[in-house]
T-cell receptor, first 113, second 113 residues
Framework: GQQLNQSPQSMFIQEGEDVSMNCTSS?????WLWYKQDPGEGPVLLIA?????ELTSNGRLTAQFGITRKDSFLNISASIPSDVGIYFC?????????????FGKGTRLSVIA | DTEVTQTPKHLVMGMTNKKSLKCEQH?????MYWYKQKAKKPPELMFV???????INESVPSRFSPECPNSSLLNLHLHALQPEDSALYLC????????????FGPGTRLTVL
């Protein structure tokens, strides 16, 4: 089946630093979504991307849908302690309109105050 | 109301018990999903309901039985579970299966003894 390669697997950063993570695939995707999950909670949708090349911001978060439709990145600027959590990318494969979402394995972010 | 709610928050059950997980949304979404999530792993799709009909069953064992009584409610009936079924069970909803923005509930933490 389709796979998403998400990197890095984990990050330790100082408060105030910028963060970048990405997802790549060998096949094209129609949609890219970025979620954040806190321990013991459900994933929360941060940003949704629907067009190749699209760049979307949500506060300190910025995400882009890669031109090739095979990748996406998420940037967090000026990190703060509450940014700690696991970030998942998810995408809908490009071969069918109703194909279930595929999830990356997650990036675990730790912020050192 | 922009929430997906799940009850109970935590559940401990023996292998011979029968229990049910409940999920509710009042956003008018017509697609609802059950996911299973193990620690440090991404959510894993179990079932998809579209307009109250089961549209995807990802080869889930019959000891898990989903039910969609109406467009706002989704249940997961559990019977004769195994310890390896212990996980966070997440419910999600979207406008329709062709709309990829899925909104997750907080999950039910299930422990099978």
């Amino acid at each position: 089946g389709q796979q998403l390669n998400q990197s890095p697997q984990s990050m330790f950063i100082q408060e105030g630093e910028d963060v970048s993570m990405n997802c790549t695939s060998s096949s094209i995707f129609n949609t890219w979504l970025w979620y954040k999950q806190d321990p013991g909670e459900g994933p929360v949708l941060l940003i949704a991307l629907y067009k190749a090349g699209e760049l979307t911001s949500n506060g300190r978060l910025t995400a882009q849908f890669g031109i090739t439709r095979k990748d996406s990145f998420l940037n967090i600027s000026a990190s703060i302690p509450s940014d700690v959590g696991i970030y998942f990318c998810a995408g809908q494969p490009g071969n069918s309109g109703n194909t279930p979402l595929v999830f990356g394995k997650g990036t675990r972010l730790s912020v050192i105050a | 109301d922009t929430e997906v709610t799940q009850t109970p928050k935590h559940l401990v059950m023996g292998m011979t018990n029968k229990k049910s997980l409940k999920c509710e949304q009042h956003m008018g979404h017509r697609a609802m999903y059950w996911y299973k999530q193990k620690a440090k792993k991404p959510p894993e799709l179990m079932f998809v309901y579209s307009y109250e009909k089961l549209s995807i069953n990802e080869s889930v064992p019959s000891r898990f039985s989903p039910e969609c009584p109406n467009s706002s409610l989704l249940n997961l009936h559990l019977h004769a579970l195994q310890p390896e079924d212990s996980a966070l069970y997440l419910c999600a909803s979207s406008l329709a299966t062709s709309y990829n923005e899925q909104f997750f509930g907080p999950g039910t933490r299930l422990t099978v003894l």
